[in-house]
């Protein structure tokens, strides 16, 4: 794949980029979306009916249980090609913001220092009364751990449906992106929210935006490069062409 030589020279000067990651940058871990994963046991509920304060309130066990079974098949996922990329950019652009809509962690696994996660992160575990984060709980226990503080029921700390974003990563996110000179989104559709209006922000205030996904998104037309492909072999290939 040849990158134009204006995109590589302006990465290699760039002193503030923002990136984008959303679930395809996960699947080319192995990690199956969050409609894909409900298998077994647990195929036979709709990710919307399990993912809401509505169901945890309803069924606290039942969706304790089906965190701890997440939990567990990311365990045996390790961040990829395009994951270790983005901690190569990072440790050469002065300032540099991920933002991701993924709750795997992978990105922090692989070692990216300034992470922003929208959606909260699967292996936090929080208090969902007094918001206290807890390290360690049993999870064979017959009924929800409980804060040792408030004894509320433990959760974890990703954004359900019907959830606010947590407000100081997003406004973090949002001031990165109008700031910034180069936007990358990867591995998102661009239709999720606030995605697709990070970008557009970025792309408002001057910056130059960049796509790589599977295929095309809403954003395609709009953004100034459009890579199609799997991040994991183009990322590296632009560390590579870039600062090799
Ligand atoms: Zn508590």
Known sequence: MNFPADLLSLLGRTSKLV??????????SGLRTFRDA????WAQYKPEDLASPEAFRRDPKLIWDWYAWRREAVKGVRPNAGHYALVDIE????????????????????????VLELHGNIQRVRCAECYTFTETWGDDTESVPQCSICSGLLRPDVVWFGEALPRDQLEAAVEAA?????????????????????????????????????EPTPLSSKANYVFHGKSGEILPRVVEAVWG
Not at 38 to 41: F, I, N, R, S, W
Not at 91 to 105: H, K, M, S
Request: charged share 15%; aromatic share 4%.
């Open 91 to 114: 440790a050469r652009i002065p300032e540099f913001t991920l933002i991701t809509q993924n709750v795997d962690g992978l990105h922090r696994m692989a070692g990216s220092k300034n």
């Open 38 to 41: 409900q298998t077994g046991l």
């Open 19 to 28: 990136a984008i990651t959303g679930a395809g940058v996960s699947q080319e």
């Open 178 to 214: 109008r700031t910034c000179e180069l936007f990358f989104s990867i591995g998102t559709s661009g239709v999720v929210q606030p995605a697709a209006s990070l970008a557009h922000a970025a792309r408002n205030r001057g910056a130059v935006v960049v796509e790589i996904n599977a």
